[in-house]
């Protein structure tokens, strides 16, 4: 009986030393899977279970055509991503988009701790890599409009034909302030001027919802109940102030010009609960933003208190040294230590970056501690946005991609980004036009080419020519929707000065400007309207009366032509909704846009900026004819 009674005592201090450790388990376990807890317990309870191997694979955002699903489960990846131009396949449907989605998110959902993967693609004016979907004006015509009410209205559009194919992570908002348009990606740019881009932040909310005012300021806030997605702000910081507008150059400026031109946006990015804020290829004052941990650690995530996740653009961490990935060792290691949180690998090799961030935090080079603050950072936004609760999309948004009212949505956009710089010679105007014109001619490259008039970063990355690119209104199109029926609408592309003198044309449209372009693909030193534009501008606008509409990402040299023009329009890169041009160009609306870029005169006066002493602009910032509407 002691025999009995003494090994009954020795089972139940058996039971007793393992007990604690399973009770705790169990309960770490429910408490991040509970979505009625505390965010920053789920996250403590979740990273109180994870291996080093674990922890290293939300790091990872990787380009959607190198892993699958086995990848993403095996390596525990934390993000896809569709780079520009990545989709499922040519033309894709919502349908398409949501299962290969999901074909990831299984692989993710079937590992050990089950954390859902976040997927990510750019969408910087309207989600631009779907088929189909609403292309909106790029950044640059929506500072035109200075409607911060407009620019959230799109990112409510923009959020939910995202969501409808499966995306919960945005690239956008850019909220570079461009200070020379040599520069590639000034499209990209609301303004040069710092409180416009301010202005237009309140995206923000539209991507993510608004910011109840229980939530610190500084901590990402994402509506889960209403179809929302992360957004991201970007490129920190002094992108848009690179030595002669080279892409990715040194940004040589005072801490009295960084932070009263280039920051101040993110100060309200944050403000407005952005999650993620992506780091600029550029270098500040000689130090790689990838690698610059005064202001990605001290400033940002210190000072600032930004409690979201920091991310690198594409592959970025390889442009830390002079020879990109040349010692891919040392840039894994300058970015973790400057305290970004997740690294785009892009077509890289994921195990190569696994393996040396694993060896680096073995050897201590790279603290447990950065690992642990980039892991919690994550998490939290996958927790704030519910993706745990609804990891796996659906197909019931899928008929709101390129919805009519995100058309009419992007119409409105394009009618109040116009500008008009010339109406009329001799005190005679020539717009609105009159839709009864017996007979009109319209010309130009850009005039029936859906590519040229969306611009770069649609469909693919670099955009393309062709009405094939996707599906819109090119304003050709738009012109023969508006007209009278009896009107005859001549259309060539390139018209000689015979056929221009013996055609009996009423008044001509001429469109012409940039053809596509993306990133460092744009940069340029000359800002000359490509050929033929400037023969068809001619040829057309001195033998008969005519409107000439630019469409750009950015001013052009202009001045040889403005005086042959009766009347010239800046049109930006407007998107799929061309009717949105006719709809001013004939008066259904008046033009309202006001210049959000000082026009030069000459590429040899650049930089220049309003404030500058050497300001001498053909047309300053704030410029922009009105006209009435024809309807009221």
Known sequence: MARISTFLVVLLLLLLC?????????????????PKAPIGARVRSLMKMMTLPEKIGQLIQAERGQVNADIVKQYFIGSVLSSGGSAPRPEASPKDWVDMINGFQNGSLSTRLGIPMLYASDAVHGHNNAYNATIFPHNVGLGVTRDPDLVKRIGVATALEARATGVGYVFAPCIAVCRDPRWGKCYESYSEDAEIVRMMTEIIPGLQGDVPNTTRKGVPFVNKKDNKVVACAKHFVGDGGTFEGIDGNNTVISNQDLFRIHVPAYWDSIYKGVSTIMVSFSSLNGVKMHANYHMVTRYLKQRVKFRGFVITDFQGIDKITPIPGENYTYSVQEALLAGIDMIMIGYNNYIDFINITTKLVEQNVVPMSRIDDAVQRILRVKFTMGLFENPLANYNLA??????????????AVRKSLVLLRNGKGGETLLPLHKNAPKILVAGTHADNLGYQCGGWTIDWQGRSGNDLTVG???????RATVDSSTDVTYEENPTDDFVKSGNFTYAVVVVGERPYA?????SNNLFIPAPGPDTIINVCENVKCVVILVSGRPLVIGPYIATADAFVAAWLP????????DVLFGDYGFTGKLARTWFRRVDQLPMNIGDPHYDALFPIGYGLTTNSTSQ
Request: proline fraction near 2%; include cysteine; charged fraction near 30%.
């Open 473 to 479: 209104t090119t304003i050709l199109q738009a012109i």
């Open 399 to 412: 008929d709101k991609v390129g919805c009519k009212e995100h058309r009419e949505l992007a119409r409105e």
């Open 575 to 582: 998107g799929t909704e061309g009717q949105g041009v006719a």
């Open 519 to 523: 990133e460092y693909m744009g940069d």
């Open 18 to 34: 393992f007990w604690t450790p399973i009770a705790e388990s169990t309960t770490e376990y429910v408490t991040y899977k509970d």
